[in-house]
């Protein structure tokens, strides 16, 4: 435990580390286990992790000083920063992007599809969409209107904020114009559409991918017809109470290790992430800005 | 005397042509047991009736079952095994922590909230307290202590502990209220203050379900520990949620096995004790 | 009488010290740093504060949020009602075939309790992800999984106090020729009532707090809402949310009580 | 003694039954022998009363005879049916002619008094019916008979645990009279109760057993009663027969065979 | 008359308890009198008998005297103290010299008859000690001789569960004589006794009401043990004493004027 008394100034001898997975990706994250391996190196203090798949604890964690370090989604980096102060030091970057789409899909390639659909690994794109980046075919979201549609819980920017800000944009009433089947995970999204739940269902590109390895039919099933905008990646948020060197100690631990080989390779394998590159603010003013107009009031 | 009366077939042969019926008292209308069952057939097929279901999708559930046990046991991934059994390890140790304070804090505070051991005040404030602990979420909960203890098992632990409180006061003074009076009365009869009462009127008789119930709850906490798991601090139940919403179903296939073996375990201990104190363990 | 016979104190009376030491030993394992959770008080004492802090946040309930908390409550409810009702009729007989009084062929009691530890030992969360995937979101799947939640908790509690209560009671209908089943239901069955009764309250309970669950399943209710004002951190709307299922937790207990004064 | 199996046929329908014990032993599974090779004739229509010691096998001896404790070797037979060995539908039909009276009553509490005594109904009411609690109006006059014979039928309807001890006896007796029996065991069935009522209890068994003819074995613990009501006595001591004859010509000296040398020795209190 | 409270002063250490009654009624929450204006004096030493009717109040009466039950109206003393209204700690110490029988006999059976016997010593322990079980060697010696008493010490340390109803009667006995009480109630404690049990349990009661002194009330069905061992017999018939004199002259007419007009007729059975 960290010595309260040391002085103002003091630094906590040990760390905590909060990584909450990016909902929006295909693969299964447990363990925090080579970042924080790397920072109790590079730091010289030990350096916890702990794998948090509740937003809300991950930063409550933070703004009760139980973690010094968190790895959050978007809208989280925000709510850390804008509630309890803490600096975005990081942005994840995959494949090169530290953005990626939210995927509109339908079971009524029909109603949705201007044009006919194309495979691509075995999925089924329309409008565009195989472009496999947003925004792409938005003309077409219009026509949700008085569809049912699955949807995640409003703390998902895939599942929910973007796709949500698009259909606003599009004029429709997201209160009463659509019909919303609450789901709260990626998978359950693309199912209900699959099974005919809902006509239209909001996931990250391309929750299809974790259904198929037990329903491979769902690539054809279900057509993806419009991205959304770019979605900021996930990134690094340090609490206020460290110093300011040590913020910087971290940060450029950190970058650098996503710079080797061999953390970059660690990375990927776990994380999917190709890269850690410093924050842009500005890129998740458009998450508060969502999430302002979406908030429940 | 007539030893033999060949003529005596039955009761009722020889009585019902002569005899008149007897006359028995009307037959009482049971209101309140009418009225409570008209309630809930009304509020059963309103539900029944409002809620949206396709029925149809049920049909097909038999072949899903086959179909997903398939999947999770077909091919079972052993590789996962040694971390599950050291994140069971983690919950039951999470599970026991919480079940062991929470006991220590519910006993005394259940006689309090029982009929006849305390002022009625105290009893309805801690009855209300119950019912609050029980009416809040358990990640609610897990989120206050988070800010106090850290992302540790710890926290996990008091959570658990805090949850366990609420369903062991109230099933504790139900059985409380609910333990035969006469010992009771015994007690007091020969002068006994009433932590005597309670120490030699109730505890003997109420041993056996308390110990079960408490049994009981430790299983809860155990698998209670999947919603902990959310929030990071480890357990089975957090391997299993993220393991069935990656739909490793072999993986899960190992992790049902493991959750089933200590449950089962846990039973088969519980009962032993219940059987030991209720009949003092004689063979069946 | 100065002389009396004490009876040797019986052997065995070592084993309940021994059970004692052995829980103390294991409570000892759990708390400690090296192979346990490293229970401590230090962090307690530290940061007491902010937790009393969150919950002092709590402590105003924004009831203007109350129309929005209306149909998800009516859908917990909904629910609820169904899975509690199913599975407690299901339960009923599966709780007599379970315990030894009602059901003294060990065969098949033996094959009714295994069958039911192992529905009752899978996790709510894990039906309802399974379920999702096997009938599609929506009520279903979140009632089905609820269905058999309760059949454990049900069957097993039921089925304890069966064996807890007097059993003389049914040597009566076995001496008046009765078959099993009809035993059973001449005389076990007003005698399990106010536990039984109880028990189904008790689940009726654990349904409305397992809306989270509901929620994961996209059935909607109040998880639902929860988990959404919970990303937003309107700790005042969700002590509304709270403060309703605190009054429904209330009126089962208020149930609860009368029944089992009434009928015990 | 060659068994009686094939020589005595059935009983045919309506006539009392005879009980017929041959060497009967009866060992519960810790090891304590209750009946030890017991030879008894009981003719169908006696009224025979039962007395003996605490633990000296009075429950054991009638609860063997309904086979609800089994016997370990010997043979039992009661209306001309072998007992031992006995199973499922067989014996639900014999078990469904004899009418039990337990020591404790054995009401189910939480249900009225009219469908306690229905329990007697069960083994000749359909099944369905049964479980549905739909009884036929003829069973049901039976019970309302039944209850009326025992002088509580005001009370059909109350819920068995509002009962005092007394009522809660008759009723027992009211289901075991329900069943149309041919037999009617009774075990202490008067212990608790005031004189009044316990005379009340006695003469109705003696009513049933002289204006029915159906046979009747009771276990009493008090001897004038068992001399005033009985016309056959049994002593049981230490599970043996130690005295079988006439109810009336017991004297002091026969109880003090049967309860052993003198009242508060220690040896009687003993198994 | 006037309250005896200043008039008597509490009694020495070790005497027998008298009982004083004036006008005490009893009423239940329901609305039962169940004892009605009773005045009743009992000097320290007697031997009673209460005899009547299943609900005439015997029970009622035993269990106000102990505080069990609350005085509706009336004075009550025992041994000089005030028991209607008396609270806390003062009834406790009253209470921990009355011995108490129980009709059904109330022994924890999940625990020890030992234990059992010591719930005797709580009023007179150490408050730590009772809640440990760890009682002084003195305690347990008390106990052991109760045992003896009643002749069932070699049962000590079995479960009260697996006790006859014989043994456990005299545990309940040997529970109330372990408070070295100065005054024993004992409702019905032979009732469902065999007669040399009976006999035996009412000469233990005799015994020390003769040997020690103590004052005992005793609830009784039997009207020939009231005769036998009561010096003084009290008839009650529906919360009211309608008897009260010797036990050895209550002729055949008394005992019909306390149970009513004739066995068997309906109206002694209801309340
Ligand atoms: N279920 C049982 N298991 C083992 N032993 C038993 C059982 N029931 C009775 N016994 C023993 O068998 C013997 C005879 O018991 P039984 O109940 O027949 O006596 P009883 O004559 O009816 O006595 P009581 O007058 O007390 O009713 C006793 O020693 C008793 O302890
Ligand atoms: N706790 C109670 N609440 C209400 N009424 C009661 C209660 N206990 C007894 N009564 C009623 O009070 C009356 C006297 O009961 P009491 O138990 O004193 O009778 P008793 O003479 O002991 O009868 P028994 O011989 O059956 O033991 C009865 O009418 C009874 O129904
Ligand atoms: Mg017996
Ligand atoms: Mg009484």
């Not at chain 4, 046979?215 to 056959?232: E, I, K, M, S, W």
């Amino acid at each position: 435990a960290g010595n309260a008394d040391a002085g103002p100034a003091a630094d906590p001898t040990e760390l905590t580390l909060a990584l909450v997975p990016s909902q929006d990706q295909g693969g299964l994250v447990d363990t925090a286990k080579p970042l924080t391996d790397m920072l109790t190196e590079a730091l010289g203090m030990p350096v916890h992790g702990v794998v948090s798949k509740d937003y809300q604890a991950a930063v409550e964690a933070m703004g009760a000083g139980q973690a010094q370090i968190g790895f959050l989604p978007s809208l989280q980096l925000w709510q850390a920063s804008d509630r309890y102060g803490a600096s975005v030091v990081l942005q994840t970057e995959r494949d090169g992007n530290i953005t990626y789409p939210a995927q509109f899909m339908t079971n009524n390639p029909d109603k949705y599809c201007e044009d006919s659909p194309v495979e691509r690994d075995g999925k089924l794109y329309c409008n565009g969409a195989d472009a496999l980046s947003g925004p792409a075919g938005l003309d077409s979201i219009k026509k949700i209107e008085g569809a049912k549609v699955a949807m995640l819980g409003p703390g998902s920017p895939a599942g929910y904020i973007y796709p949500m800000l698009a259909l606003k944009n599009a004029g429709i009433n997201t209160d009463t114009g659509i019909e919303a089947v609450p789901v709260t995970a990626n998978d359950a999204a693309v199912l209900a559409v699959h099974n005919g739940d809902a006509e239209v269902g909001f996931s990250f590109w391309d929750a299809r991918d974790i259904v198929m390895k037990d329903t491979p039919e769902v690539g054809k099933d279900v057509v993806v017809f419009a991205m959304s905008q770019e979605i900021p990646n996930d990134g690094v948020a340090l609490t206020n109470d460290l110093s300011a060197e040590l913020q910087e100690k971290i940060g450029t631990a950190l970058a650098e290790y996503s710079a080797t080989e061999e953390g970059a390779a660690a990375l990927t394998e776990i994380y999917s992430i190709t890269k850690l590159a410093p924050a842009d603010p500005d890129s998740l003013d458009v998450v508060a800005d969502a999430a302002t107009k979406l908030g429940l009031q | 005397m007539s030893l033999h009366n060949p003529t005596r077939n039955t009761a009722t042969a020889a009585q019902a042509p002569q005899a008149p019926a007897p006359v028995p008292p009307a037959k009482p209308v049971p209101w309140r047991p009418l009225a409570a069952v008209l309630a809930v057939a009304v509020i059963a097929v309103a539900s029944f009736w409002s809620v949206e279901i396709t029925w149809s999708r049920l049909l097909g559930l038999p072949a899903d079952i086959v179909r997903y046990l398939w999947l999770m046991f077909s091919n079972p991934n052993w590789d996962k095994l040694g971390e599950a059994l050291a994140q069971t390890w983690r919950s039951v140790q999470m599970a026991w922590v919480g079940t062991v304070l929470g006991l220590l804090i519910s006993f005394p505070l259940s006689f309090l909230a029982a009929r006849g051991f305390a002022p009625a005040p105290v009893r309805g404030l801690l009855r209300m307290a119950f019912a609050l602990i029980r009416a809040v979420p358990e990640i609610v909960i897990a989120i206050i202590i988070l800010s106090v203890t850290g992302l540790t098992p710890l926290t996990g632990a008091l959570a658990l502990a805090v949850n366990s409180i609420g369903t062991l006061g109230k099933w504790g003074y139900e059985s409380i209220e609910g333990v035969d009076p006469g010992p009771l009365e015994a007690v007091r009869a020969a002068g006994g203050s009433t932590s005597q009462v309670i120490r030699w009127g109730v505890w003997p008789s109420a041993m056996p379900e308390f110990a079960s119930f408490w049994l009981y709850r430790f299983e809860i906490n155990v698998r209670a520990s999947a919603v902990l798991g959310l929030i990071g601090v480890g357990g089975v139940g957090d391997m299993l949620t993220s393991y069935t919403q990656y739909r490793e179903w072999s993986t899960v296939g190992v992790l049902i096995l493991v959750v089933i073996a200590v449950t089962m375990g846990i039973d088969a201990v519980s009962g032993a004790i219940r059987r030991r104190l209720t009949d003092g363990g004689k063979p069946q | 009488m100065t002389d009396l016979q004490i009876p040797a104190k019986p052997r065995g009376r070592w084993k309940p010290y021994a059970a004692t030491l052995v829980i103390v030993a294991i409570t000892a394992v759990t708390l400690s740093p090296q192979w346990g959770i490293a229970f401590g008080f230090d962090a307690i004492s530290r940061n007491w504060q902010n937790g009393v802090g969150k919950i002092l946040e709590m402590l105003s309930p924004d009831f203007s949020f109350f129309p929005r908390t209306v149909a998800p409550l009516l859908e917990t409810l909904q629910m609820a009602v169904i899975a509690t009702l199913v599975g407690s009729l299901l339960g009923l007989p599966l709780s007599m075939w379970a315990a030894r009084p009602t059901n003294p062929n060990s065969v098949t009691r033996t094959l009714v309790r295994t069958a039911l530890n192992i529905v009752r030992s899978v996790p709510d969360l894990l039906y309802a992800a399974v379920l999702v995937a096997m009938v599609g979101v929506g009520a279903l799947p979140g009632i089905l999984a609820l269905v058999m939640f309760n059949l454990g908790t049900i069957v097993k509690l039921v089925s304890e106090s069966i064996e807890a209560n007097d059993t003389g009671l049914l040597e009566a209908g076995s001496a008046a020729g009765g078959t099993r089943a009809q035993i059973n239901r001449a005389l076990a069955l007003p005698e399990v009532a106010p536990a039984f009764i109880n028990q189904t309250l008790y689940v009726f309970e654990l349904n409305v707090r397992a809306s989270t669950v509901l929620g994961l399943v996209g059935a909607g209710g109040l998880g639902l809402l929860i988990d959404a004002v919970r990303t937003f951190y309107r700790y005042d709307q969700l002590s509304l949310i709270i403060l309703e299922i605190l009054i429904l937790v209330l009126l089962l207990d208020k149930f609860s009580d009368v029944i089992r004064r009434r009928l015990v | 003694m060659a068994p009686a199996t094939t020589a005595v046929p059935p009983a045919p329908p309506g006539t009392p039954f005879a009980i017929r014990m041959r060497e009967v032993t009866v060992r519960y599974p810790n090891g304590v022998v209750a009946l030890d090779r017991i030879s008894l004739d009981i003719e169908a229509g006696e009224m025979v009363s039962v007395v003996g010691l605490s633990g000296s096998g009075k429950s054991s001896l009638i609860r063997t005879i309904n086979a609800l404790v089994p016997v370990t070797s010997g043979e039992l037979e009661v209306g001309g049916h072998r007992i031992d060995g006995a199973r499922g539908r067989e014996l639900r039909a014999v078990r469904g002619q004899i009418g039990m009276i337990f020591q404790g009553f054995n009401l189910a509490k939480r249900t009225t008094v009219l469908n306690n005594v229905l329990v007697g109904r069960l083994s000749h009411a359909p099944w369905w019916r049964t479980m549905l609690g739909a009884y036929t109006a003829a069973d049901r006059r039976l019970a309302f008979e039944a209850l009326d014979r025992v002088e509580i039928l005001p009370k059909a309807y109350q819920r068995a645990a509002d009962l005092s001890g007394g009522q809660a006896q008759r009723v027992a007796i009211a289901r075991a009279l329900t069943q149309e029996p041919r037999l009617v065991l009774a075990d202490e069935p008067v212990a608790s109760l005031d004189p009044p009522t316990a005379h009340a209890v006695m003469g109705d068994l003696r009513r049933i057993n002289q204006d029915l003819g159906i046979t009747v074995l009771t276990n009493l613990h008090l001897l004038d009663l068992a001399r005033r009501y009985g016309t056959r006595l049994i002593g049981l001591r230490a599970g043996r027969i130690v005295y079988d004859g006439d109810a009336a010509s017991a004297d002091d000296a026969v109880f003090e065979e049967i309860y052993g040398r003198s009242i508060g020795a220690q040896d009687v209190l003993e198994k």
